[in-house]
């Protein structure tokens, strides 16, 4: 590379990064909506959770011991959560296996959160590792195809907030009122179903706190179980049912993307300049805009079609200058 070429580039990416700073801002507020482990909640478990101590193992790990590591590996992928977890407390040997697996250690630096969350719902025994790992190294909603900041937890799929308060794909129902219209048993329902406890706290920034656990289901997973030819279709039984964005947003959590090629991470981000046009003229559209989150990448392929956030980026003057923002990104939404 010649070294005009080199500072030319140096010159962009300096530009880059003013214009993210001025232009975009972190949605606080969807933080507060879904499932949150308090600050500092699991520093403990970050320091010991599949990691390897590098010691020597002084017991071995039976047959499986004789199986080639790529083959060991491959299994321990295929393990659900609450299985690896299980495993990694066998022995020392166990340990030491699972902490030099790279899939492994990508969730225990990146995904703590969303393994806290599924061990706290009771989903541990229902989510796989290779699935959870997926999640990590996916960018955009497999529903609408932007950028998904999110995990729905009983699918352990990449979602966007706004997938989550309105896709039907991610419905959530209350076990009991399912168990009332379906006239079955809870034995029997929680045998075919994931069931979700909930985890107490306030899922908004300005809602009441929900103090007791509740037991939920995926609306997806409703739809699948065996009928007699005489039962209610499970849609029919689904229809009678109140649609709860809280309880939506029970069943998910926030998780970065992890670009396995880059190594970057990210949460997404916002525009500054979507809130300006809807302060401007409310709308439909314009609220929809205000609601995405982008990658960086996607967002400076956004920036150059917001007409709203050139001009906040042109009064900053190349980010020279101090600009006045709306109070709402200010405050990250809150």
Same mark, same amino acid.
């Given at each position: 590379?010649?070294?005009?070429? #080199?500072?030319?580039?140096?010159?962009?990416?300096?530009?880059? %990064?003013? $214009?993210?700073? !001025?232009?975009? =801002? &972190? /949605?606080?507020?969807f933080?507060?909506?879904?499932?949150?482990?308090?600050?500092?909640q699991?520093d403990?478990a970050?320091?010991?959770?599949?990691?390897?101590?590098?010691e020597?193992?002084?017991?071995?790990?039976?047959?499986?011991?004789?199986?080639?590591f790529e083959?060991?590996s491959?299994?321990?992928?295929?393990?659900d959560?609450?299985?690896? #977890?299980?495993?990694?407390?066998?022995?020392?040997?166990?340990? %030491?296996t $699972?902490?030099? !697996?790279?899939? =492994? &250690? /990508?969730?225990?630096?990146?995904?703590?959160?969303c393994?806290?969350?599924?061990?706290?719902t009771?989903?541990?025994?229902?989510?796989?590792i290779?699935?959870?790992?997926?999640?990590?190294?996916?960018?955009?909603c497999?529903?609408c195809g932007?950028?998904?900041?999110?995990?729905?937890?009983?699918?352990?799929t990449?979602?966007?907030?706004?997938?989550?308060?309105?896709?039907?794909?991610?419905?959530?129902?209350?076990?009991?009122?399912?168990?009332?219209?379906?006239?079955?048993?809870?034995?029997?329902?929680?045998?075919?179903?994931?069931?979700?406890?909930?985890i107490?706290r306030?899922?908004s920034?300005?809602e009441?706190?929900?103090?007791?656990r509740?037991?939920?289901v995926?609306?997806?997973h409703?739809?699948?179980?065996p009928?007699?030819?005489?039962?209610e279709d499970?849609r029919?039984?689904?229809?009678?049912?109140?649609?709860?964005?809280?309880?939506?947003?029970?069943?998910?959590?926030?998780l970065?993307?992890?670009?396995?090629?880059?190594?970057?991470?990210?949460?997404?981000?916002?525009?500054?300049?979507?809130?300006?046009?809807?302060?401007?003229?409310?709308?439909?559209?314009?609220?929809?805009?205000?609601?995405?989150?982008y990658?960086?990448?996607?967002?400076m392929?956004?920036?150059?079609?917001?007409?709203e956030?050139?001009?906040?980026?042109?009064?900053?003057?190349?980010?020279?200058?101090?600009?006045?923002?709306?109070?709402?990104?200010?405050?990250?939404?809150?």
């Amino acid at each position: 590379m010649l070294p005009h070429e #080199l500072d030319q580039k140096s010159c962009e990416s300096l530009e880059s %990064e003013a $214009i993210l700073r !001025i232009t975009s =801002y &972190h /949605r606080r507020d969807f933080d507060a909506k879904v499932v949150t482990a308090e600050p500092g909640q699991h520093d403990h478990a970050r320091s010991s959770l599949f990691k390897s101590f590098g010691e020597s193992a002084s017991s071995g790990l039976g047959r499986l011991q004789r199986l080639p590591f790529e083959l060991l590996s491959s299994i321990c992928l295929l393990l659900d959560l609450q299985s690896a #977890l299980n495993f990694s407390q066998a022995s020392r040997s166990a340990r %030491e296996t $699972i902490g030099s !697996i790279p899939q =492994y &250690h /990508r969730l225990r630096e990146h995904s703590l959160e969303c393994i806290w969350a599924l061990s706290r719902t009771g989903l541990s025994h229902h989510t796989s590792i290779s699935d959870l790992h997926a999640a990590l190294l996916t960018e955009l909603c497999v529903i609408c195809g932007s950028f998904g900041g999110f995990l729905f937890l009983p699918s352990a799929t990449r979602c966007c907030f706004a997938c989550i308060e309105s896709a039907p794909d991610f419905r959530i129902i209350s076990f009991h009122s399912l168990q009332k219209e379906s006239r079955r048993l809870a034995t029997w329902l929680k045998r075919s179903h994931p069931v979700i406890h909930s985890i107490p706290r306030s899922y908004s920034s300005n809602e009441k706190e929900y103090t007791s656990r509740r037991k939920l289901v995926s609306g997806h997973h409703a739809l699948q179980f065996p009928r007699a030819d005489h039962d209610e279709d499970p849609r029919a039984i689904l229809g009678k049912l109140p649609d709860s964005p809280v309880l939506r947003c029970m069943a998910a959590c926030r998780l970065p993307y992890f670009n396995l090629a880059t190594g970057d991470l990210q949460l997404g981000i916002s525009c500054k300049g979507c809130q300006i046009a809807m302060e401007a003229n409310f709308s439909d559209a314009n609220f929809s805009r205000r609601e995405r989150l982008y990658s960086r990448d996607g967002f400076m392929r956004h920036f150059w079609d917001c007409v709203e956030a050139k001009e906040l980026w042109a009064s900053s003057e190349g980010g020279m200058v101090a600009v006045t923002e709306p109070e709402w990104t200010r405050r990250g939404g809150l």
